[in-house]
């Protein structure tokens, strides 16, 4: 049965489930980090809100410095495989504007910043991202991998598919991709993945480049 | 350090809820005279909520909100914001230029500019009466506005505002007059620390 899992402030939530959706609404300065393991089936969402715990450990969701270990180790227990997974991102915006000079308010882009050194060290693969501005945004990442952005007033759109068959089609190998959407907004970011998975040094399945 | 959540004694959630009532009481007088004719506001809610639970009372994650926010400084250091819902800025903005109610669909400079200046009267004069019975000089800084998803907009000013604490006090204010309905929220976030200094003058015993 498909669900649609809530992640809230500082929450982690996982699926094993295809037909589930896990979703993050209204990321203000907050980030959400989508985690896929296609092969395993395991997906994670974190909703990150502070950038540094400064040593604390009872909420780990809640900041960039703690939450990327937390939501790989619940991965792990599920199943899967560090090295499988991918990430998208969203959030980190600056919605207050000011007359003037703005105060202390750069909280978004400090989240940005901090999670994405975490996820390096980590070395977790970024597949997309979208990070900054000053609208807030809304995040669907769906059992297949897809994931999806909505900013009030504008049309949702396609941020990234983080699956193995997106990998396969980066090494020119037949897919059966249903989404005509998603197979063209993957194709368009082709070389980027590339050159993100060439980056990526543990990784069992080699890049076949096609022989010319 | 108090703090709003793990507050065991009623009594000062009392003060906090009475600082509200006699805030919100001043920041519609504030308006009465802005507008330059009698208001009615009644206060349905006034109480710790959790961001949460917040965000749900305020319309929904993803509903449109505006917020206006002011930091505060001075002897208790805090930020005081109002938050409202889109169709209720409207409203406001009608009111303020004089324009028929509904006249408003969409938000330009002028409008927001004249959102911003209510937002300053309102959530100033809300301080006004929080520093008047705590006798703490409480000063009020220029504006910020924003106006985006519910979630997004309580979420930063619950979290950006006050790292420690993710519940808020917040006061829901409704004001009906004739075919004006303007439902908003206050919401005062006091910095670590400010609680105390607030509730020490109040004199409330913790």
Known sequence: MSEMLMVGMAEIKTSTQHENTLVALGLGSCIGVCAHDSLAGVSGLVHIVLPDSGGDLKTPGKFADTAIQQLLAEMIALGACAYRIRIALAGGAQLFSFHGEAPHLDIGARNAQATLASLEKARLPVIAHDLGGNRGRSLHFYGDGRVRVRIIGETERELALLTRTAHALSAGEETHISDKHSEKFFKKNLEEYKEVQRSMLPFPIGIKEKAS | ?206
């Not at chain 2, 309580?154 to 439902?183: C, M, N, Q, Y």
Request: charged share 20%; proline share 5%; with cysteine.
């Open chain 2, 1 to 206: 350090m108090v703090t709003l959540e793990q507050n065991p004694l009623d009594l000062r959630r009392d003060a906090l809820r009475e600082i509200g009532n006699i805030g919100a009481g001043n920041a519609v007088t504030a308006l009465a005279c802005l507008l330059d004719r009698p208001v009615q506001m009644s206060v349905p809610h006034v109480g710790v909520l959790q961001a949460n639970r917040f965000i749900e009372r305020a319309g929904g994650y993803e509903a449109l909100a505006v917020c206006i926010y002011l930091p505060v400084k001075g002897d208790a250091p805090g930020h005081v914001a109002y938050v409202l819902p889109f169709e209720s800025a409207c409203q406001l903005v009608d009111c303020l230029l004089m324009l028929t109610v509904g006249t408003t669909r969409e938000f330009g400079e002028m409008e927001r500019s004249a959102l911003m200046e209510v937002g300053n009267i309102l959530t100033s004069s809300y301080l006004m009466a929080l520093a008047e019975m705590s006798g703490l000089n409480l000063i009020a800084t220029p504006p910020g506005l924003a106006m985006d998803m519910a979630a997004a907009i309580v979420a930063t000013i619950a979290t950006a505002f006050s790292p420690e604490e993710d519940s808020l006090l917040t006061i829901e204010t409704r004001i009906e007059e004739g075919d004006l309905k303007i439902e908003g929220h206050f919401i005062f976030i006091p910095d670590p620390g400010s609680l105390t200094a607030i509730l020490r003058a109040l004199q409330v015993e913790f």
